[in-house]
Nanobody, 115 residues
């Protein structure tokens, strides 16, 4: 079955950096786009970044220039490098893949940015 397992979250001061990882299993990782979403307390889940099978990338305006999404197909892993973090980046970050019209999610990893 499809599994997505995120890691790498934690507490960081504003201006700091973190790298999130998401290990995928149960499907042909290299054949699918991968996405990172986040959900802040009291807010809706929002798309942060997307990477295609050809490694083209797209970002939400709020993170462009600060976050970088990448993938390693040999390791079935997608990464989110986050730099110059701001308190408003505090959220649970989720890995996502859409397979045959169905959305699959990991359990999320909490990122807390202190001011």
């Amino acid at each position: 079955q499809v599994q997505l397992v995120e890691s790498g979250g934690g507490l960081v001061q504003a201006g700091g950096s973190l790298r999130l990882s998401c290990v995928a299993s149960g499907f042909t990782f290299s054949s699918y786009y991968m996405r990172w979403y986040r959900q802040a307390p009291g807010k809706e889940r929002e798309l942060v970044a997307r990477i295609t099978t050809a490694t083209s990338t797209d970002y939400a305006g709020s993170v462009k220039g600060r976050f970088t999404i990448s993938r390693d197909n040999a390791k079935n892993t997608v990464y989110l490098q986050m730099s110059t973090l701001k308190p408003e980046d505090t959220a649970v970050y989720y890995c996502n893949s859409r397979i045959l019209g169905l959305d699959y999610w990991g359990n999320g990893t909490l990122v807390t940015v202190s001011s």
